[in-house]
């Protein structure tokens, strides 16, 4: 395991001009589970080779957290990182030590193409097609196999960051469980949430209605105002489920038609609530837990409602679909996105300047993590690593 007091003996030996233009990369990385306030570290490593054959060198523009990044730094997610074998030689990694970069998320641009590789040329943007390639990085040398190439224009940064797993969430539990028409409504929870954003957006231009449930807060209007902004029909808050005149209210919007699509990122009673505003064969589909609560169904759901509950894993279907499939619905997404359809989801860029030493690179991601923890960013946070000149 390294430890902070080898990274300061190591950000102290690559000082001089040559050793820091040797060690030009950085990355977030752990040797450990845990907190990740508490075990994430930085550390530096020398420039890439040039890619051996098919494979490529990509340089990372930004890379976001997503909740699942924190729950593979703890240890409690299935997907497993992979090992950082790339870094080895840098000294990171070797001996038995198992050093994982964080981030399983990102959008990079090709630096440099090895023999072999075919459909990827220098300043293409590409996204990661396999999960857990560590993202929180400057560079790596990856298989060109690993990547998908991002249509050229008309897509953001923070479009292209965060658009394998939230965006393509969205697209799928609205497309592949229940066959909607327009005018059809869907009910949320978490709407507020990066994957809720992108299910408004990718609902209102299919002309689906959304009922969006939030958590309550002290002043609803800016939420409001974002939500509906972004084209949600309605926005309520979990206590408002309570109200008994609620059914009677969505029967008038919904024009008495049974909504047939619920989706769940919450779990607990709020979630046991929302279920009972579905109709006839509806599909309740969970694919998150943030309130860490089970999840509980009335069996009379089933019985007389014919209610069907499905979990939904993107990196399961990202695992059984073909790499056509993949890019036809990363295209589909960046038309929508080109279109101005679809607006990446709120979010704030954390930047770790290239002058930033280790000790205070370490401290700001850190403190990213804890502000996180607590709730403070209320948005979603891109990384930004700059090469490392300090
Ligand atoms: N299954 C999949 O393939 C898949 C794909 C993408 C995401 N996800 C999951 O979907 C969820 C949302 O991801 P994201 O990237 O969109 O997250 P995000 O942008 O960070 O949003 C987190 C959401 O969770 C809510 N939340 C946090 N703590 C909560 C609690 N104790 N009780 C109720 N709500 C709580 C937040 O509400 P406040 O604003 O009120 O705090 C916010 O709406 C996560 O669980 C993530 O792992 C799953």
Redesign the pocket.
């Known amino acids: 395991m390294f430890s902070r007091t080898v990274i300061r003996s190591a950000t102290r030996s690559f000082s001089t001009s040559t050793v820091a233009l040797n060690h030009a990369n950085r990355a977030i990385a752990y040797t450990q589970n845990g907190d990740p306030a508490e075990v994430l570290n930085v550390i530096t490593y020398p420039k890439l080779s040039p890619p051996s054959p098919n494979t490529v060198n990509i340089k990372f523009i930004l890379s976001p957290i997503?909740?699942?990044d924190i729950n593979t730094i703890e240890g409690v997610y299935p997907a497993k990182p992979s090992w950082t074998s790339d870094l080895a030689s840098s000294g990171w990694g070797s001996k038995g030590k198992q050093v994982y970069v964080g981030g399983n998320e990102g959008l990079a641009k090709v630096v440099e193409v090895g023999e072999g590789v075919e459909g990827l040329k220098k300043d293409d943007w590409v996204v990661m097609d396999k999960p857990q390639l560590g993202t929180w990085a400057t560079s790596r040398n990856v298989s060109f196999e690993d990547v998908i190439r991002l249509p050229a224009t008309g897509l953001t940064e923070a479009h292209g960051a965060t658009m394998t797993?939230?965006p393509t969430?969205a697209y799928n539990m609205l497309h592949n469980f229940v066959k909607l028409n327009q005018g059809d409504w869907v009910v949320q929870n978490?709407a507020?949430?990066?994957?809720?954003q992108l299910v408004i957006q990718i609902a209102k231009a299919l002309g689906i209605n959304t009922i969006n449930l939030?958590?309550p807060r002290e002043d609803m209007a800016p939420l409001h105002r974002q939500l509906e902004g972004l084209g949600a029909n309605k926005v309520l808050t979990y206590d408002e489920l309570n109200d008994k005149s609620l059914r009677g209210k969505i029967k008038e919007w919904t024009n008495g038609k049974g909504i047939r699509l619920g989706l769940n990122?919450?779990g607990g009673d709020s979630t046991t609530a929302m279920a009972k505003l579905l109709g006839q064969d509806a599909h309740l589909v969970s694919?998150?837990?943030?309130?860490?609560q089970p999840l509980s169904l009335p069996t009379s759901l089933h019985i007389f409602k014919n209610l069907t509950s499905h979990g939904?894993?993107?990196?399961n279907w990202t695992k059984t679909h073909s790499r056509a499939e993949k890019e036809q619905l990363i295209g589909d997404l960046a038309t929508m996105m080109r279109d101005g359809k679809i607006k990446a989801?709120d979010h704030v860029v954390v930047t770790i300047g290239g002058q930033e030493t280790n000790e205070e690179a370490i401290e700001k991601v850190r403190d990213v993590f804890s502000r996180m923890a607590q709730?403070k960013f209320?948005k979603?946070v891109l990384l930004r690593l700059e090469d490392f000149s300090g």
Do not use: E, H, I, L
């Open positions: 997503n909740p699942a797993v939230n969430t978490g507020n949430s990066a994957v809720g939030v958590r990122c919450v694919y998150g837990a943030m309130s860490k939904f894993w993107q990196s989801a709730g209320g979603k």
